[in-house]
């Protein structure tokens, strides 16, 4: 297959990799990660979590299925850049067709990149070049002072922009439920919005708990006397410029689930250190221990606890969660969306330690 190559990406030892450039064609200086997962571009595109990132995807060939729209996390693309090794421009026979991932890209003005070698791009990542320069301009140098900045952009607090700016109630309930009258097997919660994926509410709301979603910063206007718990959702970036919200994290006595960057918002408020991973984990295949059994989960996340647990990554041995009496505390995603359900337990778990 011919490329056109127009355009380089530049990691700080001065490598350069080639390719071709379709959509949105702008320079960028962004962090860099790479996602293992063979389907379900749709939900990775549209997670809140990769906000202003550039996003390899390692799987050779991407969007034979469209897109469908009822699968997207949330409302809009959130990543900068989009890198593939072979993209599907062609219209999907896939009967959930809506429109193709080459359009959904254009409409959004989001950087597509196209046949690089994503293998060695990855390979590249992983011994800890976790940010580049994306040029359109092949006679354009790169002054290596730039990669200074790498330290600015994990100042730079994502959750602002990615939080709802208005309170709402997700009510989506089967009419099957009114019919049964299972009001009083209700459960209300706080979600606390830090980078929402739409799965945990769909998730929260199979199990009759009735999820009340806030921006993070509203959770001191809260009565918390008038629900039964409190979730804290995944979210973009490092959590620990965020002092004020673990603060109040820290006197919350209501039973807590914590998913993916929520996680990390638990863990420090409970003193625990938190450093950045070396290329991070994402992807739908990673193994976990959990109470001395194997399951798959899917994770994405560049930061992870240093308190040892009884439940961890068999990749790394990084920290996985918490779980008790009154906190479900998981470093990947129970939703998964993409990835297996064997950690949809969770939810149900919850609901029992909000009874």
Known sequence: MKFKFNCKIVFSDGEKFFGESLCYK???FSEIVFNTSNLGYEEIITDPSYSNQSLVLTTPHVGNTGINFYDSESSRIWLSCLITRNIFKSISNNFRFVKNIFSFLKKNKIILLNGFDTRSITKKITRGYNYACILHNKNYNVNKKIFIFSNILEKIP??????????????NFSSNFYQKKNFLFLRKVIVLDFGLKISILRNLVKKNIF?????????????????????LSNGPGNPKIYKKIIKKIKKIKKPILAICFGHQIYSLSKNFDIEKLIFGHHGSNHPVSFKKKCFISSQNHNYFCKRKTKIFSLLDNTNQGFYNKKVISFQGHPE????????????????????
Request: proline residues 3%; aromatic residues 22%.
């Open 26 to 28: 702008t320079n960028i």
């Open 158 to 171: 994502y959750v602002k922009y990615s939080s709802t700016k208005i309170s709402y109630l997700f009510c």
């Open 336 to 355: 998964a969306s993409p990835g297996t359900n064997d950690f949809l337990f969770l939810f149900r778990k919850f609901f029992k330690i909000l009874r």
């Open 211 to 231: 999820p009340f979603i806030i921006n993070y910063k509203f959770l001191s206007n809260i009565n918390l006397n008038n629900f039964d718990g409190i979730v």
